[in-house]
Every structure is written in C-alpha cells, then in structure tokens.
C-alpha cells in the first residue's frame, strides 16, 4: 500500500505543480496565440559575424534577410576582411576581396543536392557542411591562406583538427557525450 501511495503522490506532483503555477498567473496577463521565436544568430557559415561585423551591428546583422546581407554589410565586411589582413590579393578559390565579401555576406549553408556534402575538400567548396569538416580551418585559410593557402601559415589553422570523441556512423551521428 505504501508504494502504490508512493506511486500515485509522484504521478500527481508534476500535475499539482503545474496548477500551482497557472494560478498564480495574473488574470490580465497577456499570453501570445503563436509561439515566439527569436533570432539569436545566424551560422551558416561560422565565425562570419564574430570576425567581419563590427560589435554595434551584430544584431542587426542577424536579424537581416540573407538576401539583403551583402547590400547592407558587404563594404564593413571587406573593411574588417583588409584590416585583419592588409596584403589581400586572392584566396584559394581564385576569389578577389570584392568577390570573396559577395560570398560570405549571405550568411547561409548551401547545401548541394547532387553532389558530396562539404564545407571545403580540395574539390568541393560550401557545397554543405558534414560533421567532421573543419570549418573554422577553412575559413582562415581562405582569409590569410593567400592564391594557394600556403601564405601565412601561422594563422590558417586554429589547431583543433578533430572532434573531441568519434562521430556515429548512424542518425543522429553526433558524438556520444562524456
């Protein structure tokens, strides 16, 4: 009889907790229809914002349309791109500092439905993002890497050349936690 009172005391506590709660809402407390979402950040492509967009238009930025990034940040962008380095000519991609601002200010993920899923393998280029790709590598080499990513080799690598624990073979493919 104890456990069955024991059962049926925790099978009502969230219940009971709940009707507390709404209780002591006022009653004149308005509640939206439709849930709410806020645009936190947009990270289609890392570390794009953190880098290129100076701290007063962050939120702006993310609260931007895609398709209007580049008209409303491309110029700040290649600004802070020839500030953080000045001997821009090129990158890896054969992409000048006007084309190279064109790509990275539409802050999205492409994703390529015909081909191989990569951020960037010697081949492909933003024709997605798999698990394992190291973006943030990527990026500094198409930044300081120069025509052939070998210039400035200090700064094309973060040195974090893997995920902490291996990835799953199958859904949901993350890694396991410890």
């Given at each position: 009889?104890?456990?069955?009172?024991?059962?049926?005391?925790?099978?009502?506590?969230?219940?009971?907790?709940?009707?507390?709660?709404?209780?002591?809402?006022?009653?004149?407390?308005?509640?939206?229809?439709?849930?709410?979402?806020?645009?936190?950040?947009?990270?289609?492509?890392?570390?794009?914002?953190?880098?290129?967009?100076?701290?007063?238009?962050?939120?702006?930025?993310?609260?931007?349309?895609?398709?209007?990034?580049?008209?409303?940040?491309?110029?700040?962008?290649?600004?802070?791109?020839?500030?953080?380095?000045?001997?821009?000519?090129?990158?890896?991609?054969?992409?000048?500092?006007?084309?190279f601002i064109g790509v990275l200010s539409t802050d999205v993920l492409n994703a390529s439905t015909k081909g191989k899923t990569t951020f960037y393998d010697g081949t492909n280029v933003l024709t997605g993002r798999a698990l394992g790709d190291d973006v943030i590598d990527v990026e500094l080499t198409l930044v300081f890497g120069g025509p052939d990513g070998s210039a400035n080799p200090g700064l094309t690598s973060d040195h974090v050349n893997g995920?902490?624990?291996?990835?799953l073979a199958d859904f949901p493919y993350l890694a396991q936690p410890h």
């Open positions: 009889m104890k456990s069955l009172r024991s059962s049926l005391l925790s099978s009502f506590l969230p219940l009971v907790a709940a009707v507390l709660c709404l209780a002591a809402c006022k009653k004149d407390q308005h509640f939206p229809q439709s849930p709410y979402f806020d645009q936190a950040d947009q990270m289609g492509r890392p570390a794009i914002n953190t880098v290129f967009i100076k701290a007063a238009d962050k939120d702006r930025f993310n609260q931007t349309t895609p398709s209007l990034m580049a008209a409303a940040f491309g110029s700040e962008m290649k600004s802070s791109l020839l500030g953080v380095n000045p001997g821009f000519t090129t990158n890896l991609l054969g992409l000048n500092a006007d084309q995920n902490d624990a291996p990835f």
